[in-house]
């Protein structure tokens, strides 16, 4: 959109922009506009919106000493221009304007205040002092291309029940795989929302979208399950997650939420002589979330298992710490294949490492079985040959 200049202006970032966009676009119901202080007042005493769960209140409170001067002088009924990037993004009419507690919003969203989280810092820092609300417009196409694909792949199959998965895929590994699988068990059709974060994202989100659609294009039934994005701003950080994820898939029309036992935010607690989490909390927003079993590789097995059905002791457990994996390509290694499937750790590690080799066609056929045929290959299919040998047994 061109620059307006008639109004004054509130210079907003990517994910205040991410979150007036779910809002608008009845992401987020029951909360369907910005809050004002006495809605805001109710959430933080209540945690319910309209008899509904809803973790904190849903606020914009841009920081910086313009969006300040703005906001401390703004008229009812004035119209704000909104500004990300320099770049016109949407209009806000001016309702009302109150004062917020930065540290009290932290607490909402993390359960903690402590600046040393990366999280809690980044927050810290893209909030103001004043909240604003009143009616606006935004750019709702991203939204409703979502929705028109997960519509386009329903209608083709005829899917009367959706299951929903988010997912960073960071980097995709066995027990995502199992985790997609076992859900698709017990569904018609299958949305991955993969997730899009801000910071810190490690591989990019073009490189795990590509993996995620290799594993379906050649080991699922291509037409049950979906990938959309999902811009994981820090609505979706904390505590609150999966409340977060349950109301958005419900909102996208999914019937059910699926989610790993280790998923950030379960947050499980004791309460009246019974363990709970955070799931318990979730009044009114009318979506089944089941918890998967988490899964381990066990050596006496030889096989992916649910810790709650293996007999033998976690000393004989291969866990799936996604960290622990990516460091491992981040240094130029292949995972084990019982942790990755060999074909996604090549296109990983081929993309974090191009070029990586001086002579890759010699190496190639110095070292791999070939036919004779000079064919050219890439250094994904140089990692993929090179896994197979490792793979190889008979000598060892």
Do not use: W
């Amino acid at each position: 959109m061109a620059l307006s200049r008639k109004n004054r202006a509130l210079y907003i970032d990517q994910e205040a922009v991410s979150a007036l966009t779910l809002l608008k676009s009845g992401l987020l119901a029951p909360v369907t506009e910005l809050m004002n202080e006495a809605q805001s007042k109710e959430v933080l005493n209540s945690g319910m919106f309209k008899g509904k769960t809803f973790p904190f209140p849903l606020i914009l409170s841009p920081n910086g000493k313009i969006n300040e001067t703005i906001l401390i002088t703004a008229k009812k009924g004035e119209i704000l221009d909104l500004i990300c990037d320099n770049t016109f993004v949407g209009e806000l009419c001016v309702e009302e304007v109150y004062k917020i507690d930065p540290h009290e919003r932290l607490r909402q969203i993390y359960g903690t205040e402590d600046l040393s989280h990366p999280g809690v810092n980044a927050t810290y820092k893209r909030l103001g002092k004043f909240a604003i609300c009143g009616p606006y417009s935004i750019d709702l196409s991203s939204v409703e291309a979502i929705r028109n694909t997960i519509a386009q792949a329903k209608e083709q199959i005829g899917a009367q029940h959706m299951s929903a998965i988010f997912m960073a895929a960071n980097p995709l590994h066995r027990a995502h795989e199992r985790l997609i699988r076992q859900s698709l068990e017990r569904t018609d059709l299958i949305v991955i929302f993969l997730l899009k974060p801000y910071h810190n994202s490690n591989l990019t989100y073009e490189l795990r979208h590509k993996t995620v659609e290799y594993f379906i294009e050649n080991f699922l039934p291509r037409n049950r399950v979906v990938v959309v994005p999902l811009e994981s701003s820090y609505l979706f950080a904390g505590g609150n997650e999966v409340i977060l994820d349950a109301i958005v898939a419900k909102n996208y029309g999914c019937n059910r939420l699926m989610i790993g036992q280790n998923h950030a935010g379960i947050g499980m607690y004791y309460d009246r002589n019974a363990n709970k989490s955070i799931i318990d909390r979730l009044i009114g927003i009318d979506i089944d979330v089941r918890i998967a079993s988490e899964y381990v590789y066990c050596n006496q097995c030889k096989t992916l298992v649910s810790i709650q059905t293996c007999p033998h002791g976690h000393h004989h457990h291969i866990s799936y710490h996604a960290e622990s994996i990516l460091e491992l390509m981040q240094q130029g290694l292949l995972p084990p294949a019982v942790l990755v499937r060999k074909e996604i750790s090549a296109m990983i590690v081929a993309s974090l490492y191009p070029n990586r080799f001086k002579n890759l066609a010699k190496l190639y056929y110095d070292i791999m079985p070939v036919n004779g045929l000079l064919e050219e290959h890439s250094e994904k299919d140089f990692y993929v040959e090179l896994m197979r040998l490792y793979q190889t047994t008979s000598l060892t």
